[in-house]
T-cell receptor, first 111, second 114 residues
């Protein structure tokens, strides 16, 4: 079975600063990879996904993630944080039809 | 354009009471899932239904039962609620065999058991 590790359960950045949320997965075979965002009191919304096409994936709201097979990583970045980015972010892996979620990273944006 | 609809959105139960969480999707998806979300633990799969007429246990099935009523609806039942079942419950759906599309989630049911 897959496992997904999100380093840092809480990340704080200043408004306008770089956002970097880390995700590593365990698999020798590249799976499908996803980032979901959860705003307060809402469900999970798909931010972006990697499905074996381009390794740099662009998502909504200016986020992007890069698939690095050698590092088994799929880190999420955004060049300039906005107050509206404050949310919980989940990395997920789909392997053989099953989904495996990380434990989430809560992003705080400091004005 | 509803996607996945969950009812109710909030519920408070007393220990030992029963209730059913409802989930319906209008995307003609074959597979449906129930997750619970607890602080620091991410999302844990309770039960899933790969297709109409089938259900299977996930990671944390104890204390729950499910029913795949038809292709659209997948309900989660707590027969005798316990405080440990205080959580946020999410229903999700996907097209079977289309793992690359990911899941579509409902907005959640916030359940408190006192």
């Amino acid at each position: 079975a897959q496992s997904v590790t999100q380093l840092g359960s809480h990340v704080s950045v200043s408004e306008g600063a770089l956002v970097l949320l880390r995700c590593n997965y365990s698999s020798s075979v590249p799976p499908y990879l996803f980032w979901y965002v959860q705003y307060p009191n809402q469900g999970l919304q798909l931010l972006l996904k990697y499905t074996s096409a381009a390794t740099l994936v662009k998502g909504i709201n200016g986020f992007e993630a890069e698939f690095k097979k050698s590092e088994t990583s799929f880190h999420l970045t955004k060049p300039s944080a906005h107050m509206s980015d404050a949310a919980e972010y989940f990395c997920a892996v789909s392997d053989l039809g099953q989904f495996y979620f990380g434990t989430g990273t809560s992003l705080t944006v400091i004005p | 354009n509803a996607g996945v609809t969950q009812t109710p959105k909030f519920q408070v139960l007393k220990t030992g009471q029963s209730m059913t969480l409802q989930c319906a999707q209008d995307m003609n998806h074959n597979s449906m899932y129930w997750y619970r979300q607890d602080p620091g633990m991410g999302l844990r799969l309770i039960y899933y239904s790969a297709s109409e007429g089938t259900t299977d246990k996930g990671e944390v099935p104890n204390g729950y039962n499910v029913s795949r009523l038809n292709k659209r609806e997948f309900s989660l039942r707590l027969e005798s609620a316990a405080p440990s079942q205080t959580s946020v419950y999410f229903c999700a759906s996907s097209e079977a065999g289309r793992a690359r599309d990911g899941y579509t989630f409902g907005s959640g049911t916030r359940l408190t058991v006192v």
